[in-house]
T-cell receptor, first 116, second 119 residues
Framework: NAGVMQNPRHLVRRRGQEARLRCSPM?????VYWYRQLPEEGLKFMVY??????IDESGMPKERFSAEFPKEGPSILRIQQVVRGDSAAYFC????WGTGDQETQYFGPGTRLLVL | AQTVTQSQPEMSVQEAETVTLSCTYD???????LFWYKQPPSRQMILVIR??????QNATENRFSVNFQKAAKSFSLKISDSQLGDTAMYFC????????????????FGTGTSLTVIP
């Protein structure tokens, strides 16, 4: 059973460009969480999605950031018109539901975004 | 709001020795979960151990064990027989289970403790 997959692992963008980060949850997991980790800090919650639904986006900036988890394919975190302050590591985590392990989140390797 | 505090930014331990990483949290919740995650230089976040707040027994996973003191809101991680591969950043995390349909399980992370195992 493959773990949570994220790509790309590293992404470099110039200010004003768009960044697309992809996350494929573990097989059998239908819940996806996105987190941002700034240097020297812990992870901060951004958004929680289930298939075709955004459940909780309370941690996501109101502008330029969006997320989706379509019926088919990976979850996408999209950052439009990136700025230098968006430089961070973005982690995706998935969890199952309806099992005894639904409280645990399994993390992907992260995408390091660098905005020049 | 929940907060998680890791007061030791950096620690080191000799190989084969035991080390304890501290974590405290603040919450008014009674039902919650606590986790320790490890982030090695590869930056992958790896689950080390988890504890349900309703369980009095401390969780253990091989060389890793916790000292969960619910009244004191303390959740320390003990690593026995430290190995070089234990060198990593360790994050303590508090999880409040979802109650409302429009919220997920909410995780709150500490700022981490950087552990170095010295050969």
């Amino acid at each position: 059973n493959a773990g949570v997959m994220q790509n790309p692992r590293h992404l470099v963008r110039r200010r004003g460009q768009e960044a697309r980060l992809r996350c494929s949850p573990m097989k059998g997991h239908s819940h996806v969480y996105w987190y941002r980790q700034l240097p020297e800090e812990g992870l901060k919650f951004m958004v929680y999605l289930q298939k075709e639904n955004i459940i909780d986006e309370s941690g996501m900036p109101k502008e330029r950031f969006s997320a989706e988890f379509p019926k088919e394919g990976p979850s996408i975190l999209r950052i439009q018109q990136v700025v230098r302050g968006d430089s961070a590591a973005y982690f995706c985590a998935s969890s199952p539901w309806g099992t005894g392990d639904q409280e645990t989140q399994y993390f992907g390797p992260g995408t390091r975004l660098l905005v020049l | 709001a929940q907060t998680v505090t890791q007061s030791q930014p950096e620690m080191s331990v000799q190989e084969a020795e035991t080390v304890t990483l501290s974590c405290t949290y603040d919450t008014s919740e009674n039902n919650y979960y606590l986790f320790w995650y490890k982030q090695p230089p590869s930056r992958q976040m790896i689950l080390v151990i988890r504890q349900e707040a309703y369980k009095q027994q401390n969780a253990t996973e091989n060389r890793f064990s916790v000292n969960f003191q619910k009244a004191a809101k303390s959740f320390s991680l003990k690593i026995s027989d430290s190995q070089l591969g234990d060198t990593a950043m360790y994050f303590c995390a508090f999880m409040k289970p979802s109650r409302a349909p429009n919220t997920g399980n909410q995780f709150y992370f500490g700022t981490g403790t950087s552990l170095t195992v010295i050969p």
